[in-house]
């Protein structure tokens, strides 16, 4: 059972289709039932109103979703902020794939994978401030 506060579990534990759900509640903010099914279906995922009160219930059991039950129909809201399950799901490819280095995925990506320009302009800024911080921090440079 799950303590007050707890962290959601890691997010491999989701589904394909419970992602798309929870994406829905990310990008649109709270939702009924209803409204998600909708969510889902502009998505191109046509599924019913019991199946995606199915994939609401699951992700609220997991802790990835909280419901407010005071009014005529559910509402339902992400309470597992994007970032986390989004680093978790990049961190377990990362290291099923990579042995858990993050340079060659990177590297991967930048090599098979389109980026528009302001992706790029965002990518060298990074790379120029990781540079930057490690001219300060690395005792080799100094010697």
């Known amino acids: 059972m799950k303590r007050p506060g707890s962290q959601p579990p890691a997010p491999a534990d989701l589904g394909a289709a419970e992602l798309e759900a929870l994406t829905t509640l990310w990008d649109d903010g709270p939702a009924t039932v209803r409204e998600v099914m909708e969510g889902l279906h502009r998505r191109g995922r046509k599924v019913a109103y019991t199946t995606v009160l199915t994939f609401l219930t699951r992700l609220e059991q997991k802790g990835y979703v909280a419901s407010d039950k005071s009014g005529v129909a559910y509402i339902y809201r992400a309470k597992a902020p994007r970032e986390r399950v989004v680093g978790s799901r990049v961190r377990s490819l990362m290291q099923q794939m990579f042995g858990g280095a993050a340079a060659p995925m990177a590297l991967h990506l930048l090599r098979n994978e389109r980026f528009t ?15 930057a911080e490690s ?4 005792p080799e440079d100094k010697a």
């Open 117 to 131: 320009h302001d992706e790029i302009e965002e990518l060298r800024r990074l790379i120029d401030q990781l540079a």
């Open 135 to 138: 001219d300060t921090t690395d």
